[in-house]
């Protein structure tokens, strides 16, 4: 029995020493290579944890924030020979804020933002090099469109549209690097026009018109 307790004894110390040496180990080239748990210097809470393959990620990675160890603030997936990573951004409670594509630690692509609590939809923008680049839409809670705008650049450029929480039409504009430049239209929230004009480097420009009851009631040049 003894001799039997032992044997374990030693098994289970052998074990870990075994599996101690499989984490944060480096190759022949002092490459990071095979799982890695790394923690805050001077603590014992993980800052990242995940496997590397010569130096480079491979898989999913977990990464926390200090003081914050429940779960983790943000999760990479890697894929072996492609640039681009996929990461989702959480809070401290563990729910997603946003989620997209990564290269050259800069945002491409597609991107989702999210209602916290509810985790619904709260944005959807695409990004070139870091920058907002094309279509923008962002939600309310309740799931109906909030505003959908085009972007070039980081700037609005193109038609931007604005809904009421109940869908209803309320502001139709046009953008031109970032400045509002051309015809804007104005509605109440019954989706009646009070106000169409235009305008030229975000200045008002020509004749505005100005509605009530669907009928015209006055007039201003600008």
């Not at 190759?27 to 805050?40: I, L, M, P, T």
């Not at 050259?104 to 680049?133: C, P, V």
């Amino acid at each position: 029995m003894q001799k039997s307790i032992y044997i374990l004894f030693f098994f289970l110390v052998g074990f870990q020493l075994f599996s101690q040496e499989e984490i944060n180990q480096l190759d022949s080239e002092s490459r990071r290579h095979g799982k890695w748990a790394v923690n805050f210097e001077g603590t014992s809470q993980l800052k990242f944890e995940g496997i590397f393959k010569h130096g480079k990620e491979i898989g999913k990675f977990r990464f926390y924030k200090k003081g914050f160890d429940a779960h983790p603030s943000a999760i990479l997936h890697f894929k072996e020979g492609v640039d681009s990573v996929m990461a989702t951004y959480y809070t401290q409670k563990g729910e997603p804020i946003s989620t997209g594509t990564i290269v050259e630690q800069k945002r491409e692509g597609k991107w989702i933002y999210f209602h916290q609590a509810s985790q619904d939809t709260m944005m959807i923008e695409n990004y070139k090099n870091d920058q907002l680049h094309g279509l923008q839409k962002t939600y309310f809670k309740n799931g109906e469109l909030a505003e959908q705008s085009l972007y070039q650049d980081d700037k609005k450029d193109g038609e931007s549209f604005v809904y009421s929480e109940e869908g209803t039409l309320l502001q139709h504009l046009n953008f031109e690097k970032g400045e509002l430049n051309g015809p804007v239209t104005y509605y109440n929230i019954k989706g009646e026009k009070i106000i169409e004009g235009q305008y030229v480097q975000d200045q008002k420009e020509g004749t505005w018109k100005y509605y009530e009851n669907k009928k015209l009631t006055e007039e201003k040049e600008f």
